[in-house]
């Protein structure tokens, strides 16, 4: 059984199944929830430490799915060069990418790091042009102004940086946030072809697998060995570790992949980037953060792109 006969089965999800636009809008805001998390656990974990424990959520979640789903660990139909693709996406869009995405925001501040973070959109429309020869169309060009757009109007606020941050640290941060935005670009780009042929969610599983790998050997390091310990000794701090995890690695990640299946890399990546947005509304109500007309005036040029990028618009080059 695989992953879309498996929600058809449900009746109601049957047509989210296959529609990636619905499910890289589902993403963004999954995503959005864990970044919220994330914030908080990121005050006391190191970012290696913190993406290797959240990986390994999704690694041990992801078997029991496989065995009860039916799908083989080990298809008979799959090239070792679509392993090799897996593996490597994994280590440069999950281990270094989520690394430097969990990193950039110690160096820059929320609101500085938000507008670096801008650039994941473009960029992955930029390697899927470069590297899959997706088509660019005026309606992509338009939703991916807006969406760019609506996120340094809803995130960037002058008075909100931190004041006592250096010219080099500011310079270091935006240079690790724009490493990461691209690393996860080429990441996705570099799975693209294998998820069209592939089952998602074993792919998921050997994306997580090669990124867990190499994070465990980080970890063991002599520098972030001791938070490496305490972070997996169980205890209470494994309530909001666990529901972090889930949410960020397993759930954000499953939906984040089947958007890119079942729609093009570009179109999926814009409309994961209303996440960005999202954020601070969901920051109103739970973290009590105030909603300026900034931020409103967001909501409203990201949903006017999303609307522009469902409309049948001519084709700029293929």
Not at 40 to 69: D, H, I, Q, S, Y
Not at 190 to 213: C, E, F, N, Q
Not at 215 to 243: D, E, N, S, Y
Not at 288 to 308: D, H, P, Y
Request: hydrophobic share 60%.
């Amino acid at each position: 059984m695989t992953l879309a006969s498996a929600l058809e089965s449900l009746g109601g999800l049957g047509g989210l199944a296959t529609n990636g636009e619905a499910l890289s809008l589902l993403c963004a805001f999954i995503w959005a929830v864990a970044v919220i998390l994330f914030a908080k656990l990121g005050k006391e974990t190191p970012p290696v430490v913190l993406n290797l424990f959240k990986g390994a959520v999704a690694v041990v979640l992801l078997p029991p799915t496989l065995l009860v789903l039916g799908i083989p660990f080990f298809p008979a139909n799959v090239a070792w060069t679509d392993w090799v693709q897996l593996l490597a996406s994994g280590v440069i869009g999950i281990s270094l990418a989520d690394t430097l995405f969990l990193a950039s925001p110690n160096r820059l501040g929320a609101g500085r790091n938000a507008i670096v973070d801008c650039l994941y959109a473009p960029m992955t429309v930029l390697c899927a042009w470069l590297l899959l020869g997706d088509p660019v169309t005026w309606k992509l060009l338009v939703a991916l102004a807006l969406m760019v757009s609506a996120i340094f109007v809803g995130t960037w606020d002058p008075r909100a940086d931190p004041e006592h941050t250096s010219p080099a640290r500011t310079r270091a941060g935006i240079a690790i946030g724009a490493l990461a935005m691209l690393l996860m670009a080429v990441g996705i780009v570099i799975a693209k072809p294998v998820l069209d042929r592939s089952d998602l969610l074993w792919a998921m599983l050997v994306r997580m697998t090669g990124a867990t790998a190499f994070l465990a050997g980080q970890a063991l390091l002599p520098r972030w060995r001791k938070a490496t310990v305490r972070i997996f000794t169980p205890g209470r701090h494994w309530i909001p570790l666990l529901t972090a995890g889930f949410i960020g690695a397993y759930l954000a990640m499953l939906v984040w992949l089947a958007g890119m299946k079942y729609t093009s890399v570009s179109v999926a990546s814009v409309l994961n980037q209303t996440s960005t947005i999202i954020v601070p509304l969901l920051a109103a109500i739970f973290l009590r953060e105030r909603l300026t007309w900034r931020k409103l005036l967001a909501v409203c040029m990201g949903f006017a792109g999303v609307a522009i990028l469902n409309l049948r618009l001519p084709q700029l080059w293929a």
